[in-house]
Structures are given as structure tokens and as C-alpha cells.
């Protein structure tokens, strides 16, 4: 779907010609501006209503997830970081350190019941 996105901002792209801001946002406007934030908030409420979905996610819930399931994939901190466009890693490993030190435990409970299967 991102692929197809993006194909259509370039087209866009092509028509808008020079006066087309080029920063291939997620969410751009025809001028390739960003769109507004409470004009994508607005229409994800209207999908998440239509859907019968009563929870409150906001597009930012999609970036947290998005991380979370490259950190249980094992990706390194690091590409996580220029991934999510941290200058720091530090920035990084202070939002997310509670789902690392979770994921140290798992690794660790699974060695263990390797080892337990060993003896």
C-alpha cells in the first residue's frame, strides 16, 4: 500500500511540476506539503467510527507500533533509531528502553528453557 502511495505522490509530483514542495510525506497535501495533523486525526476518527472501533489511536499510535514490532523482530536499536529519524540514540532507547529490557527478559526465559531441555 506504501509502494502505491508513493507512486501517487510522485505523479502528483509530475503535475504539480516546480511548484511541488519535495518531501514525499505520508500524508501530503497536492503541493506535497505536509497535510495537516488534525485533518489526518480527523479522518482516522472517521474510520475508526465507521469501523466500530472505540478506541482513541491517533496516527502517532501507528509509529509506536510500528517500532514495537521492529523491536519483537529483533532489529537493533540503532536502525530503529534512523528509522524513526532520531538524531540521538539516546532519544531513542529513553522512549523505548521498557520494550528492550522486555524483550531481554524473554530472550533470557527462552535460553533458559533451553538449557532446562539440555539436561
Do not use: W
Not at 502505491?4 to 510522485?10: A, L, Y
Not at 516546480?18 to 497536492?30: C, V
Request: no cysteine; proline share 3%; aromatic share 6%.
Amino acid at each position: 500500500m506504501l509502494q502505491r502511495h508513493q507512486m501517487k505522490q510522485k505523479e502528483i509530483k509530475f503535475q504539480q511540476g516546480p511548484l511541488y514542495k519535495d518531501n514525499l510525506f505520508i500524508f501530503a497535501r497536492n503541493d506535497g506539503h505536509p497535510q495537516l495533523r488534525k485533518v489526518v486525526e480527523t479522518r482516522l476518527k472517521r474510520l475508526l467510527k465507521k469501523a466500530d472501533i472505540n478506541r482513541n489511536i491517533t496516527p502517532h499510535s501507528f509509529r509506536h507500533t510500528h517500532t514495537s514490532l521492529l523491536i519483537e523482530a529483533g532489529v537493533g536499536i540503532k536502525e530503529i533509531q534512523q528509522r524513526l529519524g532520531h538524531t540521538d540514540i539516546n532519544t531513542t532507547m529513553n522512549i523505548y528502553a521498557h520494550m528492550t529490557a522486555n524483550m531481554e527478559e524473554k530472550a533470557s526465559q527462552q535460553f533458559s528453557k533451553l538449557m532446562k531441555g539440555l539436561l
